[in-house]
């Protein structure tokens, strides 16, 4: 099981954000996205200076490549379905739907948010 200083769950603006810091200070930083982010659907993504107007897809593709210049910062396309706390050695362990498992000292939780709508048919308006 590989170990990592910090887990990030979401590869929005604020996880990519965090794991650029976290990377540059030299921490080993797993990034877990499953593409299910809010905002994939829309056409341009505003309000993140030097990218207003981008596509999501387009915005998170940059991110990526630029991380990928930082060694101690990898990405990964999973969904988390299990995060349990290991008090005998103060690490978190990270259990994804593809059998992957992970230990780490911290974890970012940077999802966004989902709507829960009261009409199942809603989205398809």
């Known amino acids: 099981m ?3 200083d910090c887990i990030v769950i979401g ?3 604020a996880g990519f954000s965090a794991a650029l810091t976290l990377g540059r200070a030299r921490r080993k930083v ?3 996205d499953n593409g299910t982010n809010r905002n994939r659907v829309t056409q341009e993504s505003h309000g993140f200076l030097t990218r207003d107007g981008i ?3 387009e915005f998170k593709d940059i991110a990526i490549k630029e991380l990928a210049s930082y060694p101690s910062v990898s990405f990964a396309k999973e ?3 299990e ?3 290991d008090d005998q050695r103060n690490l978190f362990l990270v259990n994804t739907s593809n059998n992957k498992s992970y230990s780490t000292e911290k974890i970012l939780l940077a999802t ?3 709507e829960e709508f009261p009409l199942s048919q809603i989205r398809q308006y």
Do not use: L, M, Y
């Open 2 to 4: 590989e170990k990592f």
């Open 11 to 13: 590869a929005g603006p």
């Open 30 to 32: 797993a990034i877990i």
């Open 55 to 57: 596509k999501p897809q």
């Open 79 to 81: 969904t988390v379905i």
């Open 83 to 85: 995060v349990n706390k």
């Open 112 to 114: 966004g948010v989902q």
